[in-house]
């Protein structure tokens, strides 16, 4: 069930009801801004990962400011972005079963649309809804790039299945998807850099080894924002998957650079805000935030600002926090922003964005795909 918008454009943030999903407006823009000077002497483009955000009003700023469009995991995440008139979409996965192709192919009507194969059999699937659909369905073959998840091995067997899709009279080769998820957070350049070194030298030569078979290569797509400036760099790549670096989370700043300081130029702009609802016990605080509100995968939230209170455990409805015995305790009612440990899934527990610029509500934004599983 849809919820009710937790604030009301005008509201001051003190006001806001909590638990809610709070983009603090300047931080947010700022991190846009930055990617896109980044990018722009290198070559590569932006294709934004919408998985991280699953909104096409944020996918809009992002492609005003010079993406190519985005990417998603799921088809109903390409759904939310096709309906809210993104045109240009990647489905960087694989897509398995009838009824999510034709789905998938359903959307070529409005919206330039395109998915990843790793096997045959996906191939020949996705041919036959194309064909169903009278279309034409443009394919990536994704390859493991050392991530040992999904992806076809690297060179003649990316290339044979290239051929497969360039052959089909309803697909369309566009290219490779090489991504290397498991990168994105090692916390050293030095491992960052080992890592995605392999994984440009086997997109390299699979890039090249499709030319010696005719076949052009439009797309080197993946990266994260813990790599992108590796892969940006590389003359290989021409598409970065990036997606966290519109929010940043707690985790992500954990990366560092080789002087041991956090690397990291974007800023974090994606805060849950809380509320202190209970602060009995001695020493110790609870806010309304717990599993439901935010994730904890990648380890606790921290606490905006306040180095001295710690956020040490989590319940369903409730964040556990302890306080320094030379800090205040924050009293009952008092609100927090907590920056997420990872921000993806603590997005999906949201219906709204509330936006926020110099502690006054200024917009809403819905959260369109969230529980796009499917």
């Known amino acids: 069930m849809l919820q009710a918008p937790p604030a009301i454009p005008g509201m001051r943030e003190h006001e806001i009801d909590t638990p809610a999903l709070v983009i603090d407006l300047d931080a947010f823009e700022y991190n846009l801004d930055t990617m896109a000077a980044k990018l722009a002497p290198t070559g590569a483009k932006l294709r934004a990962h919408a998985k991280t ?20 995991q799921k088809v109903a995440e390409a759904e939310a972005l096709a309906w809210g008139g993104i045109p240009d979409i990647l489905v960087s996965n694989e897509v398995v079963g009838a009824s999510k192709l034709a789905r998938l192919c359903a959307l070529s009507r409005i919206s330039q649309v395109a998915v990843c194969a790793d096997d045959e059999g996906q191939v020949s699937a996705i041919e036959a809804a194309a064909s ?202 008092e609100k927090l922003r907590l920056v997420p440990g990872h921000c993806d899934p603590t997005v999906d527990r949201f219906d709204w964005y509330v936006g926020v610029r110099q502690g006054r509500v200024e917009c809403l934004w819905p959260v369109a795909a969230r529980g796009g599983v499917t």
């Open 132 to 333: 169903d659909a009278g279309i034409r369905m443009t394919v990536l073959v994704e390859i493991d790039v050392g991530a040992a998840r999904c992806g076809v091995a690297p060179g003649p067997d990316a290339v044979a299945l290239a051929e497969r899709i360039a052959q089909s009279r309803h697909l369309i080769f566009g290219g490779l998807q090489a991504y290397h998820g498991s990168a994105q957070h090692k916390r050293t350049p030095e491992e960052r850099q080992t890592m995605i070194g392999g994984a440009i030298d086997a997109s390299r030569r699979t890039v090249e080894q499709l030319k010696q078979r005719g076949l052009d290569c439009p797309i080197v797509g993946g990266a994260g924002t813990g790599t992108f400036e590796i892969e940006s760099a590389s003359g290989v790549y021409n598409e970065i998957q990036a997606g966290s670096y519109v929010f940043m989370d707690a985790d992500y700043a954990r990366n560092l650079d080789a002087a041991g300081q956090p690397v990291s130029t974007f800023r974090h702009s994606l805060f849950v805000l809380s509320t202190v609802m209970s602060a009995a016990q001695p020493g110790i605080a609870v806010l309304d935030a717990g599993h439901k509100a935010v994730s904890v995968d990648s380890g606790m939230p921290t606490i905006w600002q306040r180095p001295d209170i710690k956020y040490v455990s989590a319940s369903d409805e409730h964040g556990k926090l302890t306080v320094g015995s030379e800090t205040e305790r924050p009293k009952v009612g």
């Open 53 to 72: 955000h699953k909104s096409p009003v944020i996918a809009r700023l992002q492609m005003d400011r010079g993406a190519v469009g985005n990417c998603v």
